[in-house]
């Protein structure tokens, strides 16, 4: 048995002073005033393994061209069979950044250039290979607002209006929807064939039936009300991600009251398309006030994913605390991932993967000197 001492220690709920953090193997066994076992670090901070809860890491991969990158399948506008984790390749040097600096896990997701996109991946960032680093999957990946409609020149059937794209999700939940019905019914021999579905209509019937979250893409408040008219015509369990252009507290407030979590972000970037008109930080304040839940992204490479903690500056700025803060990178979006039961606190029978810091992470200056994943010390400054 291993443990680390830290005179700060961020646990995802609270924070300890002058705690111990003990750990066999992948899982952490004990955490306190009391050390247990061999003494293999000290540090002024611990932090629980940061989660990026929507990336394009290992898609669209540092220093090659834009032109090779994978993070969107241009075949038609609604293709639900893709699954990102076939085109992630874990040489991307981004990985080794991201897990310098304490994020050691992401969701990696296929653009948002369809109307439906694919399966996306919750990976850890050291596997050998994609097999080996799958934790979980997070849901389909959806978008609405202004990208499907941007993508008129790909191939396939492709929507030249926000109402075209929804009324080819629309037709799809509906086809499949209709067999499903039939088929509860009861359905004569010389139909069965007909009400079959396809490999990729038994993705949508995921959908229809909630075993599978819809991961959609939407900045503008009118693109989640048009999202919020689709989830609530089929019965889809949604998440909204981005959601920066909203500047009003009442889409928040509805998404609270439905308990649609909002994987925000990122910041930092430049309003380079109409979808972010009104991005601003100030809209935090807002998303803060409605108790709406809500987790961070970086949608690397739109941000690099090794600035997570950066952009929570900003939050800090709106009022949050230093353990709120770091619980939008650990706990929160671990829950909203649905891996909360391994990952996103540092508790007993969790795993142990953590960041021992020099210093207050929030201080420019300050950096991790080891990260440990699982039990495994991934990073150690100096070697």
Not at 56 to 82: C, F, K
Not at 98 to 104: K, N
Not at 189 to 212: G, H, N, P
Request: proline fraction near 3%; charge should be neutral.
């Amino acid at each position: 048995m291993k443990c680390f001492h830290a005179d700060t220690l961020y646990t995802g709920r609270e924070v300890l002073k002058n705690a111990y953090i003990c750990f066999n193997g992948q899982k952490i066994t004990a955490v306190g005033a009391k050390r247990q076992g061999e003494l293999a670090g000290e540090f002024a901070v611990v932090t629980p393994a940061f989660l990026d809860a929507h990336t394009h890491l290992g898609l669209a991969r540092a220093g090659e061209p834009s032109g090779e990158a994978e993070y969107n399948e241009q075949m038609d506008s609604l293709i639900t069979l893709p699954d990102a984790l076939d085109s992630i390749q874990l040489d991307d040097s981004s990985f080794t950044d991201c897990i310098e600096m304490g994020v050691l896990y992401s969701c990696v997701m296929p653009g948002s250039g369809n109307i439906i996109g694919g399966l996306s991946a919750v990976i850890r960032h050291w596997g050998s290979d994609t097999t080996s680093a799958l934790v979980a999957r997070a849901g389909l990946k959806a978008a609405v607002g202004y990208n499907p409609m941007s993508t008129r020149e790909w191939k396939g059937t492709r929507p030249n209006t926000r109402m075209g794209a929804m009324s080819i999700l629309r037709g799809k939940l509906w086809a499949v929807r209709d067999k499903l019905d039939k088929r509860r019914k009861g359905r004569t021999a010389a139909k069965a064939a007909d009400l079959e579905l396809s490999a990729a209509e038994r993705v949508i019937e995921q959908l229809l039936t909630r075993k599978l979250r819809m991961r959609t893409h939407a900045h503008k408040a009118d693109d989640i009300a048009a999202l919020l008219r689709i989830a609530d015509e089929f019965g889809l369990d949604v998440t909204v991600d981005h959601a920066g252009d909203v500047h009003q507290v009442e889409i928040f407030a509805e998404l609270r009251r439905r308990g649609i979590p909002v994987i925000f972000g990122p910041l930092d970037s430049f309003a380079y398309k109409t979808e972010l008109r009104h991005e601003a930080w100030r809209n935090i304040k807002m998303m803060i006030e409605s108790g709406v839940t809500f987790g961070l992204m970086s949608d690397h490479p739109v941000t690099p994913s090794r600035q997570l903690l950066l952009q929570t500056r900003w939050f800090l700025r709106a009022g949050l605390t230093k353990q709120q803060a770091i619980e939008l990178l650990t706990r929160t979006n671990a829950k909203i991932l649905g891996v909360d039961d391994r990952l996103g606190t540092l508790q007993r029978g969790k795993w142990a993967s953590m960041a021992g810091w020099n210093g207050d992470p929030f201080e420019l200056a300050s950096f991790p000197i080891m990260v440990v994943g699982e039990g495994k010390v991934l990073f150690e400054e100096g070697r």
